[in-house]
């Protein structure tokens, strides 16, 4: 249950404009520390860093696009 709940997280935290509470509350987790430690525990980085790391992964992924072209 928990490792759907964080995967859907992650998903969620890559969608511009969503806070970490929000997305905590979308998750089920009545608590943004519960969310914090849950997602913590689980992927090994903040949600904040999984954040910046999904857009510099995403930015990547559009510069290799384009130079494929």
Do not use: H
């Amino acid at each position: 249950m928990t490792r759907v709940r964080i995967e859907t997280a992650c998903v969620l935290l890559e969608t511009p404009g969503a806070s970490v509470k929000q997305v905590a509350l979308a998750c089920g987790y009545g608590e943004e520390s519960v969310f914090r430690r849950a997602f913590v525990q689980f992927t090994g980085m903040t949600p904040a860093d999984y954040r910046r790391w999904s857009a510099g992964r995403t930015a990547d992924n559009a510069a290799f696009r384009k130079a494929s072209i």
